[in-house]
């Protein structure tokens, strides 16, 4: 979906909001989620506060996005981690990985909070927008954590 697709009414544009959701077919206009057989959707967006440099009419300005995404198909989970690029091995857990955002979308769950963890490029799920990001795989319930910024 391109990014003229996404109408900047239906994004959190209120530095201090987060909104959260459930809905597969907005999540789908924000990020990539083309062939992939999806069955639950928990994801948060908002804007990344820098203070008085702040930007509130370019709303693609510092956005995030981040996704707890429960893929139906544990072949398409593991074809994430042979496709997508291993980009280290947290040791120790990382409090900008795991942010009080990721603990409320996941309810705690346990892949995110144990290490040593693997973070993959988000490379399945970034848009033109949304261009950077992270992901953690959980091979066993087929669920992947998803996290994008524009900046």
Known sequence: MGCDQINKDDIATD????TYSTDIQMLAKLINLDELDV????????????GDSYLTDEFTNDW?????ITLKSHQQVISLQE?????HI???????LI????????????FISTVPMQV???????????????LLI??????????????
Do not use: H, P
């Open 90 to 96: 947290l040791t120790e857990l990382d409090d900008k």
């Open 39 to 50: 069955s639950e959707v928990n994801w948060a967006t908002g804007m990344i506060d820098r």
């Open 64 to 68: 995030w996005l981040t996704a707890l």
């Open 120 to 134: 993959y490029d988000a490379c399945r799920f970034k848009t033109d927008v949304l261009a950077n990001g992270s």
């Open 99 to 110: 942010s009080n955002v990721s603990k409320t979308l996941t309810n705690n769950s346990t």
């Open 15 to 18: 530095k201090k909001q987060i």
């Open 83 to 87: 496709n997508c690029k291993l980009l």
């Open 138 to 151: 959980d091979s066993k319930t087929n669920k992947v954590f998803v996290e994008l910024y524009v900046n």
